[in-house]
């Protein structure tokens, strides 16, 4: 039976255990103790002020009172009196121990004591005993009085003993009222509406609930929450019809997504694959123009083919592109981007589409316009290309143009216009949309439809926007604003180096080459052989381990995709051997990415460069690796070495439109230009024939050279 009892108690209180009711009750007992508390410690503490002071007083009034019958004793040396008059205090309350010592020059000084000294709480006081003798005070001795304090401390305990059982009384019946209160008022309501909430189905209608009470006559807190909760049930269902009606086109969603993700990965795998022979191509490309045996029309037969090459490389990288932003892992260097070079590479390489179609290209920059930009390089010249491309694409008579200018506000601006076929109203908002095309069939087979969608997110991604404006025969404007370079803008672009490097200076050094790829490891043997290095070659990770082993080179370049050993483990293998832990390691890789990168650098590597190789780069990291002084031979087709002299007789005016027709880049008319000049003279002849082939280069900067030199040797009107 009473085992029955307690288990039922105990499962009550169970239930309570985790309860709001409990931690209600248990916090107002603790604030309640510790206020008790501190209001008994502050009573005790007055308490024990005043009864200290009464006993201070009380030896004071001792001290008073037996002054003068202490003094006449210890005059008459009356042992007795002394005796019956300390007995006397000791009658008085607290008091335990007194005591009377003669003082002064006395051989056996007379001492009469009372009580027992005490050790621990106590307070004792000493006062003088004097006596007048012929009309003068002497002091004789000393009364000694000593208190306890057990008195006191027991007063004390008993006042705290009460105030706090009074007070934890009054503390446990105010907390019960209060849980019980609280209990009637929420938490039952609460628990029911927990109840509620566990058998709540959104796949079912909710049912509307009422609390078990008498309803208030304003809706109190627990009212707006059933009612909360009731329309959380409502907007709940009709979401889960919405998203049972939607169940198809969510799984058509994630297949398109799993497709747009193989997507991903196989373009990835192409550009790997692509950029291989790209290598090659772009790789000879370089070698070509490195050879001072070919004549200048052989040079500007391979400058065609490199740039064509670049240019594939940038189709590459925008595919690639557009699957990092559809990933969301575009990342973008922000530099200052110099607009001179940027506008000269753009000339060049839409002017050969411009010439092909016949349509007169401009490219010009606005007198006050900053000197560059802040950008990404690559990205910005990717931009300008897209949107000059479907420019020359949609335009079939009348004029491209690209003009940069300067905002009221600093900004630069970028506007592409163009005298084409205009997109109509109804596609202005899907322009920009990927695989969206405009026009006819036979001008959207020229494009993947990818263009604009990958420019609009590099702008948005540089902190722009881009515009457009068009009408149907009356052409397109592009246009977006980005700000300007934080440097200050140089006058005249530095022009580059036009030095071939042809050796180094000090003994001959090996260089181990190591790519699955032979196409690979001929262009860099190609180079490096060219410039006196000592080439070994090998296939995989694991037969470069072997060769470096036993040539000790002083350099090593090696790809980092191979079959078997690839070029990370044979790094981090070379990295650990003996005699090869500091020799200077180049990766160079057909998957270049950030993360690619990183991982050479942790695995060992020195540099990395991606494929396809450019060797400016390539040389400048060997000469800084290897610390060379390269032996250079000046080019043979420099323009500042094989552009003719403008004849002196040369008409001012003429030469004045040149350079105007320079500046702009119209390459078609300066061509027409020279043609006029040869029909005028003959003697203009070899001029003219050297400025067509310019011009048909699209070698934009030597012509500007060219004039720039005539007009700055014309002698002043």
Not at 145 to 169: F, H, N, P, R, W
Not at 428 to 446: A, D, H, I, K, M
Request: aromatic residues 6%.
């Amino acid at each position: 039976m009473v085992l029955n009892t307690f288990s039922a108690l105990w499962s009550s209180l169970s239930r309570f255990r985790h309860s709001v009711v409990l931690r209600l009750l248990a916090t107002v007992l603790l604030f309640s103790c510790v206020v008790t508390l501190l209001l008994t410690a502050l009573q005790l503490y007055g308490d024990y002020e005043r009864g200290i002071s009464l006993i201070q007083n009380r030896l004071s009034d001792i001290d008073r009172s037996y002054r003068d019958s202490l003094g006449e004793g210890l005059w008459r040396l009356d042992r007795q009196q002394l005796q019956l008059e300390l007995d006397g205090m000791l009658r008085l309350a607290d008091i335990r121990a007194a005591e009377v010592r003669e003082t002064g020059l006395v051989a056996s000084p007379l001492v009469v004591r009372a009580g027992q000294r005490m050790t621990g709480a106590v307070i004792s006081r000493e006062f003088p005993i004097s006596y007048r003798v012929h009309g003068t005070q002497r002091v004789l001795g000393t009364l000694y009085v000593e208190a306890t304090l057990s008195g006191l401390y027991s007063d004390l305990a008993q006042t705290a003993l009460l105030i706090l059982v009074s007070q934890a009384a009054n503390t446990f019946l105010v907390a019960l009222f209060i849980i019980y209160i609280f209990w009637r008022l929420v938490t039952r309501h609460l628990a029911a509406i927990a109840r509620l909430v566990g058998r709540y189905d959104f796949r079912e209608s909710p049912q509307p609930f009422c609390l078990q009470r008498r309803q208030p006559r304003r809706p109190d807190e627990l009212d707006r929450v059933v009612a909360a909760f009731h329309a959380m049930g409502v907007r709940l269902h009709v979401a889960y019809l919405d998203e049972r009606n939607a169940a198809k086109q969510r799984e058509a969603l994630r297949s398109a997504e799993a497709a747009n993700r193989a997507k991903g990965e196989f373009l990835a795998n192409m550009s790997h694959e692509l950029r291989t022979p790209l290598n090659g191509i772009l790789g000879y490309a370089q070698i070509l123009q490195r050879d001072s045996g070919l004549n200048e029309r052989q040079h500007a037969g391979v400058a065609v083919i490199q740039r064509s090459g670049e240019h594939l490389l940038t189709l590459i990288d925008d595919t690639l592109d557009f699957a990092r932003i559809e990933a969301g892992k575009l990342r973008l260097e922000i530099v200052d981007v110099a607009l001179p070079g940027l506008m000269d590479v753009i000339r060049e390489i839409i002017g050969v589409k411009a010439e092909e179609k016949h349509l007169e290209c401009v490219c010009a920059i606005a007198p006050d316009v900053p000197g560059g930009v802040r950008a990404d390089a690559r990205r910005l010249r990717q931009v300008l290309l897209n949107l000059l491309a479907n420019a020359v694409k949609f335009t079939d008579r009348g004029r491209v143009s690209l003009l940069v200018t300067q905002t009221t506000s600093g900004a630069v601006r970028f506007e592409v216009r163009d005298t084409g076929i205009g997109i109509p109203p109804d596609q202005l908002r899907t322009v920009f949309e990927p695989f969206e095309q405009v026009g006819n069939p036979e001008r959207r087979s020229e494009g993947t439809g990818l263009g604009l969608a990958i420019s609009r997110e590099f702008v948005l991604a540089m902190g722009s926007e881009i515009h457009v404006e068009s009408g149907l025969g009356q052409g397109s404007t592009f246009w977006f604003e980005l700000a300007p370079a934080t440097t200050a803008r140089s006058s005249i672009p530095r022009e580059p180096d036009a030095r071939v490097a042809t050796g180094y200076e000090g003994p001959r050094r090996k260089v181990l080459i190591i790519d699955d790829v032979a196409v690979n490891r001929t262009v860099i043997t190609e180079l490096l052989s060219r410039l006196g290095f000592d080439i070994i070659e090998a296939a995989n990770g694991a037969e470069g381990l072997a060769k470096a082993q036993s040539e000790r080179p002083a350099l090593i370049v090696t790809d980092i995709v191979m079959p078997g050993m690839d070029g990370l483990e044979a790094t981090r293998r070379l990295r650990q051997t003996p005699g090869l832990t500091n020799v200077p390691i180049i990766a160079v890789t057909a998957s270049p990415s950030g993360i690619d990168e990183k991982k050479s650098l942790a695995a060992g590597v020195n540099a990395f460069l991606p494929k396809p190789v450019d060797f400016g780069r390539l040389l400048a990291q060997i000469r800084t690796l290897l610390n060379l002084e390269w032996t250079y031979a000046a080019r043979a087709h420099s323009p500042q070495s094989s552009l003719p002299d403008v004849p002196a007789a040369a008409p001012a005016p003429q030469m004045d439109e040149l350079y105007r027709l320079a500046r702009v880049g119209n390459m078609r008319d300066i061509i027409a230009w020279a043609d006029r000049m040869s029909l005028i003279d003959p003697q203009y002849e070899p001029f003219t024939t050297h400025l067509r082939g310019l011009a048909k280069g699209y070698q934009s900067k030597a012509i500007l050279l060219l004039v720039e030199r005539y007009l700055e040797a014309r002698p002043a009107p």
